[in-house]
């Protein structure tokens, strides 16, 4: 069974300050791992994934994640915060097993504030 | 390149009475997921399908709720005589394939039971 932690419900950050948000993962297989953004009323935007390959993987509007295996981990980042990236941040895994990769299980999201 | 479409974007129901909800998916996509968001919390997968086929429906409750994707037309959501608990947002997603294809979400439907 596979299972995502996303830490802290909600954080907050001052504009311009490093983003971090973070997401821990089980999995018995070797996973897929999303970040995916929501902002109010809307659905889910893919911000980046990690399949194979580089373990450093650069997403859109500036956001970054790292796998880790060893930490079973794949943190978000962007160094500068922006008022627009205020939103709903979901942590997903896929299983990639048999060659195929399906349901994704979501972590329970953090809410993302940027103060001005 | 419409994206995946979703209607009603909102849908109020009483209790007792059946919800449909609908998705089209992005032009080229053959594979509809079905994922639901309760309040403060993150989405829960339910069903995946094919066309005309049902591949894993290990998230879906075992009574009331039945998903459909035909040749023709978009896949359907139905819950029957539906409960204050089923009150969530209801996102379908689609993707090309499933080996190494992300899933593009559309912008849900918002079931409310009074």
């Known amino acids: 069974a596979q299972s995502v932690t996303q830490l802290g419900s909600h954080v907050s950050v001052s504009e311009g300050a490093l983003v971090l948000l973070r997401c821990n993962y089980s999995?018995?297989?070797?996973?897929?791992l999303f970040w995916y953004v929501q902002y109010p009323n809307q659905g889910l935007q893919l911000l980046l994934k990690y399949t194979t390959g580089a373990t450093l993987v650069k997403g859109i509007n500036g956001f970054e994640a790292e796998f880790k295996k060893s930490e079973t981990s794949f943190h978000l980042t962007k160094p500068s915060a922006h008022m627009s990236d205020a939103a709903e941040y979901f942590c997903a895994v896929s299983l990639l097993s048999s060659g195929s990769a399906r349901q994704l299980t979501f972590g329970s999201g953090t809410q993302l504030t940027v103060l001005p | 390149n419409a994206g995946v479409m979703q209607n009603p974007r909102h849908l109020v129901r009483r209790r007792g009475q059946e919800a449909r909800l609908r998705c089209s998916p992005m032009?080229?996509?053959?594979?509809v997921y079905w994922y639901r968001q309760l309040p403060e919390e993150g989405l829960k997968f339910m069903v995946y399908?094919?066309?005309?086929?049902?591949?894993?429906e290990s998230g879906m409750p075992k009574e009331r709720f039945s998903a459909e994707f035909p040749k023709e037309g978009p896949s359907i959501l139905r819950i029957q005589q539906v409960v204050r608990g089923d009150s969530a947002a209801y996102f379908c997603?689609?993707?090309?394939?499933?080996?190494?294809?992300?899933?593009?979400f559309g912008p849900g439907t918002r079931l409310t039971v009074t």
């Open positions: 997603a689609s993707s090309r394939g499933t080996v190494n294809y992300e899933q593009y």
């Open positions: 999995s018995s297989v070797p996973p897929y």
């Open positions: 032009k080229g996509h053959s594979h």
């Open positions: 399908l094919q066309k005309e086929n049902i591949i894993d």
